[in-house]
């Protein structure tokens, strides 16, 4: 599992998740955009843990998740978005330990100002809140990273049922889809400048909650390229016309 931590600014919470992660037997820590000077002192702190020497600092949140195939986004209930679903933190536990099964799984947490947006939210399969009370449901967030990484250690199932799993599809697999997918509406007339803005974020929540393994996103890209071909070149969609047209009937 993948711990995300997306705009830190401060090396006090840096370091803070890097322990926890450390102390629950986590070990792949990836920051977003991180502010430089809070990276280097988090890293360069005495006694910095083996988990901080391993951090990956990634420029945008689809690269940082571009081999993890379930994305869960920790929030506040406030800043909720309708279109992904959304449990408590002891609810959510459970679908992050199976869908680890399937391939790699982020858990990714807001900066400490604006937690997540929601261009971030619409990289998340499902997200999931601490049961804070109302009225102060933000925390701090290396207090947030240990107490969902100590549930997920207290929620791990004791045995793994074996057999054949499909291998979900990689975030990357999902972007790539989506951006091909979403030219193609536009080449088409169904996505106007309006609302592109808005279409382009629910095109890949809707991705996100068909969540598609790796062979059916493969076929789903197969099928979007050579729509995308005929479009784009009038003599092979009227030779596809017409080879229907001239097929008998079944």
């Given amino acids: 599992m993948s711990i995300v931590l997306v705009s830190p600014r401060n090396p006090l919470n840096i370091g803070a998740a890097a322990r926890a992660m450390s102390n629950f037997g986590f070990g792949d820590l990836r920051l977003v955009n991180a502010y430089d000077v809070a990276f280097q002192e988090a890293k360069s702190a005495v006694n910095a843990g083996w988990v901080l020497q391993e951090t990956r600092n990634f420029a945008s949140l689809p690269e940082a998740l571009s081999d993890c195939s379930y994305v ?20 959510a536990a459970p679908d992050l330990h199976e869908a680890s099964r399937y391939g790699r799984v982020a858990l990714v947490f807001g900066s400490e100002k604006h937690g997540l947006s929601r261009e971030d939210i619409s990289y998340c399969h499902r997200l999931l809140h601490i049961p804070t009370r109302p009225a102060h449901d933000s ?38 889809l989506h951006d091909r997918l979403f030219t193609v509406l536009k080449h088409s007339g169904y996505v106007n400048r309006t609302v592109a803005g808005s279409v382009e974020i629910k095109l890949r929540q809707l991705l996100r909650r068909l969540a598609p393994n790796a062979e059916d996103a493969t076929l789903l890209l197969g099928m979007v ?7 784009e070149n009038d003599a092979l969609r009227e030779k596809c016309r017409q080879e229907w047209q001239d097929a008998p009937p079944d």
């Fill in 72 to 91: 869960v986004g920790a929030t506040g209930v406030t800043a909720r978005d309708p279109q992904v679903p959304l449990h408590r933190l002891e609810q």
């Fill in 139 to 176: 925390m701090n967030l290396g207090q947030a990273v240990a107490i969902c990484l100590y549930e997920l250690v207290r929620a791990e199932p004791e045995a793994l049922q074996e057999g054949d799993r499909p291998v979900a599809a990689s975030t990357e697999t999902l972007d790539l």
């Fill in 225 to 231: 390229r050579q729509i995308s071909l005929v479009l």
